[in-house]
């Protein structure tokens, strides 16, 4: 993963194959504009100077916040890898960035492999929301729901939308984003399992073992 700086590459424009230069951002950090851009849907988004067309350089970035030890790394869809695969490039990446720190040291760190998602962790992490909570409560809501197919559509965390008595999860569908249910799940419900799950460090390891490592994601779960 290159450090942001000096990241100019020339690329050819996916619309008029025209060579041009772009400075694509690899690395966001907590309190930045280019985490605000992220949210924004903004980041990497170019224009062409040849036939002006805008477009979405889809590109592996990392999220960190440095202060509170996480860290977020997005592996590009582009890659078309294995989750398996994602996760040994991730082990070489976090391996790397943190060779020097000890264990207790070392950030919570976690894979996502869609922008959206990567969002999302971002803002649960803004939030102090456990993801692996989160992660269980999304299969709670596909296991209980007849109208909800997983196999089509994805939950969401709603940031927007939730407050401080009600965490609300949007469902979409995976071909067009259309946005089709909306699902409210009670905070203390969530607090209760936060508190059954992660109550010990016994426990708490016992559950992280249902996720795959640092992909923490409801598709686990529902293999």
């Given at each position: 993963m290159r450090n942001n700086g000096d990241s100019s590459q020339k690329l050819n424009c996916p619309s008029c194959k025209s060579e041009m230069l772009i400075n694509p951002v690899f690395t966001i950090r907590e309190n930045t504009d280019e985490l605000h851009a992220l949210i924004k849907g903004n980041l990497n988004r170019f224009s062409c100077p040849s036939c002006h067309k805008d477009f979405l350089y889809d590109t592996p970035m990392v999220y960190r916040d440095d202060e509170n030890q996480y860290v977020t790394y997005y592996h590009s869809s582009g890659t078309n890898e294995t989750v398996s695969e994602a996760l040994g490039f991730m082990d070489e990446i976090y391996g790397n960035m943190f060779a020097n720190l000890s264990e207790k040291e070392?950030?919570?760190?976690?894979?996502t492999l869609c922008r959206k998602d990567l969002i999302e962790k971002i803002k649960l992490h803004q939030k102090r929301l456990d993801d692996r909570i989160i992660e269980y409560i999304k299969y709670q809501l596909f296991h209980h729901s007849r109208d909800l197919d997983?196999?089509?559509?994805?939950?969401?965390?709603?940031?927007?939308?939730?407050?401080?008595?009600?965490?609300?999860?949007?469902?979409?569908?995976?071909?067009?984003?259309?946005?089709?249910?909306?699902?409210?799940?009670p905070v203390k419900e969530y607090t209760e399992l936060r508190k059954n799950f992660l109550g010990s460090r016994k426990l708490e390891n016992e559950f992280s073992k249902l996720f795959r490592g640092y992909y923490v994601h409801v598709s686990t779960l529902l293999e």
């Open positions: 070392k950030p919570v760190c976690r894979l997983p196999t089509q559509m994805d939950l969401l965390f709603d940031f927007g939308s939730s407050d401080n008595e009600t965490l609300v999860f949007l469902a979409f569908m995976q071909t067009s984003g259309d946005i089709l249910y909306s699902l409210d799940f």
